[in-house]
């Protein structure tokens, strides 16, 4: 089992740039690649970006591409997602999760385990 606890979300101002962090535990090993996933109010859960874990390639979603980083520090098991111009419409539960098979993945259920979640808010 692998647990996941994200951190860093809250209410941020139209153009901040928060940084989300997402904690790994337990059998971290089985981790092949971690991503973001966000989800709006009556919206389905989209991709945001996903890395290799091992490797650091990473991938984003269109309507992030040269606005967030994804990162990771696989000496403290943890996993990041820098937001920089952030806009209202961006406002959602950020989930972070991760995948034991090959591949970076762009859809939730190639994705085995999920944190619970932080909301961010963007709004003036």
């Known amino acids: 089992q692998v647990q996941l606890v994200e951190s860093g979300g809250g209410l941020v101002q139209p153009g901040d740039s928060p940084r989300l962090s997402c904690a790994a535990s337990g059998r971290t090993l089985l981790i092949y690649s971690m991503a973001w996933f966000r989800q709006a109010p009556g919206k389905e859960r989209e991709f945001v970006a996903a890395?290799?874990?091992?490797?650091?390639?990473?991938t984003y979603a269109d309507s992030v591409k040269g606005r967030f980083t994804i990162s990771r520090d696989i000496g403290k098991n943890t996993l990041y997602l820098q937001m920089n111009s952030l806009k209202p419409e961006e406002t959602a539960v950020y989930y972070c999760a991760a995948k034991v098979d090959p591949g970076l993945g762009y859809r939730p259920p190639e994705y085995r385990y999920w944190g619970q979640g932080t909301q961010v808010t963007v709004s003036s």
């Open positions: 890395v290799n874990w091992g490797g650091g390639r990473s």
